[in-house]
């Protein structure tokens, strides 16, 4: 004999539940997602296509690659060093590290990008030295690139943190006792126990990178074909009546954001992740 | 305390990462603080109650409260039959959760203000109605609502499902109807990860930029906030101004990632 | 370079390419200086895309026709004062191409070009003029015929904020224009004049570009104060939508174009960037900017667009830096009636 889930709701309310959570993700986050494509493909196949092959729209994508390339791995490195130092040892000031690497988080992308501005600007502190010794950081592929690092500074070391906390410290100490070295204590013990963690941090902090707009937009000078990554491109093909240009770019940002959720989703599905956003 | 140290690499990662960090936050955000201390006190103050950056603010931090109240509420009913129900889609559902954060804010800001225009597919209907979505302060709340939504749910999911459900069941067993059982016993216990939710999209929709231009209008007084008052201060040629209103703006913001962190550490305690 | 590539093997393995990466940034940051000759790049405010497009394709075929090289020739589009300020943080424009003169002077005062730059070009450095005109919706529903109407009840007036935009400086100094002449004079009639007219805006984007977008395919407004050859451009891109309406007086809108000696100094450009300011003057340039509805300077060059009352601002406001001091600055005519309670 089966009796009612004292735990749960009578089964119109859960349905009516259900459908809530649906309408909600139907309108919040669907009806965005499919008019991207809608408007892009509102001219036709042919346009589409012809917009994604202009040479302005290349250059931005091979700049927001190149930007992302460079960036992403550097914020790794950081990231892993980082929780490396911050879970494997104790020391005074270690919360306070912490919480300085979620700084980036609470930081606007329009200051992300002003703060640069006032180091490297003309009139900032070094702009006098990097113009006598002719060295170009603003508006060229250096400044996208700090500004992009900026922004997306936190997400690696965020994901490997908590995770390195939890794991502790005592495959490694087991493997020092057996004489190995520190890179190979990191490549034979530690990495393969985060390997999942660190994927999952790179995945996040790299669709941050490839879309960034505030802070990249202050430092760009949105120079065509030259400077323009792909979302400032986005609004400029806005701003000059192409639209369905514009959103047909936009698509491969959509596309970027679908692949990024099917991977961070089969991550969380193979490893048990807790999911994040943070 | 010395003993854990056996494990190698404590000066290499800690020197790198302090290198890093300086080079690339700390040192940048000195130098904001220090264009912002180049302008005195009296100064400061009547740039920060002016008429404009007063409206922004309020705008600013008035409609991130409300989107972020809104995605609280939204993201509680989608977390909870995420984690509570089984049903197909569930997984895709799931998935979908993230996708603000993965769908670069330029491309939200156009698609919103597509959508939301007099003449967009949802804006046309609501005209009808006289309601005015894009280009009003309804449009920035959203766009806000848009960013903030994943991270209360992604706050909740855990919390919610490491809850056992005997609480639950004592409450029913003590004769307790499902609703009374839901409101006095499940909601307090969600109470704590929900003002951290809140708290995140909060903080993310305070500084939250590229979304919110397009389907602003960017009315000064009206729905100008505050991150496109520092870029139109920018463009002024007006640095020291626009510095001054970044550097309050990141107080605000960091006391909010502190009472973030307070919260966190809290609700872990809790959870122990 | 190969000394460097040593230093990387000498790192253990695994952090090889993150130092082959951090090398690549390094190199990112020394601008090649090898062709920066023939390199030359244009900062210039919105509206001007499709015309510098074409200007540009006829000055490279003329410039390669002549020296045997094809340069290479750079854009960057956003509004006008955006544009002086990032030449004056650094962006290393050979030209700067802007809305107004007001603008360049700022970057004058930076001291990248000398202060006399409007001198050193024909027309005070003004290759090609325009002004500013009315678009209304289909059939004129609002009957808006002149500055006067746009003060009416429920008419919305669509303009980019004059802080950012140089478009949108015209256009309120168009309106202060009108509004003088129509009330003999009175200052405060003419600054109720201006208040009511910001009050009926609804919509104050940054740029030109930006608000073109609001009234044409945002259908938000029943008149949009722009630039002529922009609303021309309108009438192009939305046939059968919008009508031009020449209200009965609008103001000389004379964009201004200039060498940034600082810039051009370092790259090597002189040569190059005054070519390609004075092909400006060409009949070959002053009939594409015809084409594209700007009035061109050369008589020899016909002009379909219609005669009208136009007031400059040196004649007007006694030129930009004291127009710009009057209206735009903090504190300015702008800020005492933009939000001023009726």
Redesign the interface.
């Known amino acids: 004999m089966s009796h009612p889930d004292?735990?749960?709701?009578?089964k119109p309310?859960?349905l009516l539940?259900?459908a809530?959570?649906?309408l909600?993700?139907a309108g919040?986050?669907?009806?965005?997602?499919l008019?991207?494509f809608i408007?892009a493909l509102r001219k036709g196949w042919e346009v589409f296509f012809v917009s994604l092959r202009d040479e302005a729209a290349l250059s931005a994508v091979t700049l927001t690659l190149t930007a992302a390339?460079?960036s992403v791995?550097?914020n790794t490195?950081?990231g892993v060093?980082?929780a490396?130092?911050?879970t494997?040892?104790?020391?005074k000031g270690r919360a306070l590290?912490v919480?300085?690497?979620?700084?980036?988080?609470?930081?606007?992308?329009?200051?992300a990008g002003?703060?640069?501005?006032?180091?490297?600007?003309?009139?900032?502190?070094f702009?006098q030295w990097?113009?006598a010794s002719?060295?170009?950081?603003?508006?060229?592929?250096?400044g996208i690139?700090?500004a992009t690092?900026?922004v997306t500074?936190p997400f690696v070391a965020r994901e490997l943190i908590p995770l390195m906390e939890s794991q502790g410290?005592d495959q490694?100490?087991a493997a020092?006792t057996l004489g190995a070295?520190?890179?190979q204590?990191?490549?034979r013990v530690t990495l393969p126990n985060i390997k999942w963690g660190l994927l999952y941090g790179v995945l996040?902090c790299n669709?941050r990178a490839?879309?960034?707009?505030?802070a990249v937009?202050?430092v760009s000078?949105?120079?065509?074909?030259?400077t323009n990554t792909?979302?400032?491109h986005?609004?400029?093909l806005?701003?000059?009546?192409q639209?369905s240009a514009?959103?047909a770019c936009?698509t491969l940002?959509?596309l970027?954001?679908?692949v990024?959720?099917?991977v961070?989703?089969a991550i969380e599905h193979f490893t048990d992740h807790?999911?994040?956003?943070? | 305390m010395h003993q854990r140290r056996v494990i190698p690499g404590f000066g290499l990662s800690l020197g790198f990462t302090l290198i890093y960090l300086s080079v690339l936050i700390l040192i940048p955000l000195a130098a904001l603080f220090l264009k912002a201390a180049g302008l005195g006190w009296q100064e400061w103050w009547n740039l920060l109650v002016s008429a404009r950056v007063l409206a922004a603010a309020k705008l600013t931090f008035g409609a991130s409260a409300a989107a972020a109240a809104l995605s609280s509420v939204l993201g509680t009913i989608v977390t909870w039959v995420l984690v509570r129900y089984r049903f197909p889609g569930r997984r895709l559902m799931d998935a979908m959760i993230d996708l603000p954060f993965a769908l670069p804010t330029a491309v939200a800001g156009i698609t919103l203000t597509t959508i939301y225009a007099p003449n967009g597919w949802v804006g046309a209907y609501l005209a009808q109605f006289g309601i005015k979505a894009a280009y009003s302060p309804l449009g920035v709340f959203i766009a806000l609502t848009f960013v903030g939504f994943p991270f209360v749910v992604r706050t909740l999911q855990p919390v919610l499902e490491d809850f056992t459900k005997d609480t639950e069941e004592a409450a029913a067993m003590l004769g307790a109807g499902r609703w009374v059982t839901v409101r006095r016993v499940v909601l307090p216990m969600m109470l704590p990860a929900l003002i951290t939710g809140f708290t995140l999209a909060f903080a993310r929709a305070i500084g939250e930029y590229g979304s919110v231009i397009f389907i602003s209008g960017n009315l000064p007084m009206k729905t100008e906030i505050l991150p496109l008052l520092i870029v139109s201060q920018l463009e002024q040629f007006n640095v020291p101004a626009a510095a001054v209103i970044a550097s309050a703006m990141l107080i605000v913001s960091f006391m909010l990632l502190f009472s973030i962190n307070l919260l966190q550490r809290w609700l872990d305690w809790r959870h122990r | 370079m190969h000394a460097h590539l040593h230093l990387i093997r000498a790192l253990p393995r695994i952090t090889r390419p993150l130092a082959a990466i951090a090398l690549l940034g390094l190199a990112a940051c020394h601008s090649k200086t090898a062709d920066k000759r023939h390199t030359l790049l244009n900062v210039s405010y919105d509206p001007t895309r499709e015309f510098y497009a074409d200007v540009n394709k006829a000055f490279s075929a003329e410039w390669e026709r002549q020296h045997g090289q094809k340069p290479e020739l750079k854009q960057s589009h956003a509004g006008s004062g955006k544009q002086a300020r990032a030449v004056i943080d650094g962006l290393e424009a050979d030209v700067v191409t802007l809305a107004l003169a007001g603008d360049i002077d700022s970057v004058a005062k930076a001291g990248l070009l000398s202060a006399d730059w409007a001198a050193k070009l024909p027309h005070h450095s003004a290759p090609y003029t325009s002004t500013i005109v009315f678009v209304v919706r289909k059939g004129n529903p609002k009957g808006i015929k002149d500055w006067g109407d746009l003060i009416g009840e429920g008419v919305q007036v669509i303009t980019p904020n004059p802080k950012t935009s140089g478009g949108a400086r015209w256009n309120y100094l168009a309106a202060w224009a009108w509004a003088e002449k129509h009330f003999g004079g009175d200052p405060a009639k003419v600054r109720d004049y201006i208040s009511h007219l910001l009050r009926n805006v609804p919509v104050l984007d940054s740029g030109a570009r930006a608000a073109t977008t609001t009234f044409a395919q945002r259908e938000i407004g029943d008149v949009f104060l722009s630039w002529e050859n922009e609303a021309c451009l309108i009438e192009k891109e939305f046939p059968g939508k919008v009508a031009i309406v020449y209200p009965s007086l609008s103001i000389l809108a004379e964009p201004p174009v200039a060498v940034v000696d600082a810039n051009v100094q370092k790259h090597g450009t002189q040569a190059l960037a005054l070519a390609y300011l004075e092909f400006l003057y060409t009949d070959a340039a002053q009939q594409l900017a015809a084409k594209h509805f700007y009035r061109p300077r050369s008589a020899a060059v016909a002009c379909s667009l219609p005669a009208m009352e136009l007031v400059t601002v040196d004649q007007h406001f006694g030129g930009w830096a004291t127009a710009q001091k009057a209206h735009f600055d903090d504190g300015g005519t702008f800020d005492q009636l933009y939000g001023s309670k009726p």
């Open positions: 004292v735990t749960t709701e009578s309310v859960r539940l259900i809530g959570a649906g909600i993700m919040l986050l669907l009806l965005p997602l008019a991207v408007e390339a460079i791995p550097l490195l950081f060093a980082a490396w130092a911050v494997k040892f104790r020391f590290l919480s300085l690497i979620d700084l980036p988080f609470a930081v606007s992308p329009v200051i002003l703060v640069w501005v006032l180091m490297f600007g003309s009139h900032g502190w702009g990097l113009l002719d060295i170009k950081i603003i508006f060229a592929l250096p690139i700090i690092m900026f500074f410290s490694e100490e020092i070295g520190g890179w204590i990191f490549r996040l669709a490839m879309g960034e707009f505030g937009s202050v000078g949105h120079i065509r074909g030259e792909l979302p400032l986005v609004e400029v806005y701003n000059e009546y639209f514009a959103f936009a940002l959509a970027l954001a679908l990024t959720l099917g961070k989703s807790s999911r994040s956003v943070l």
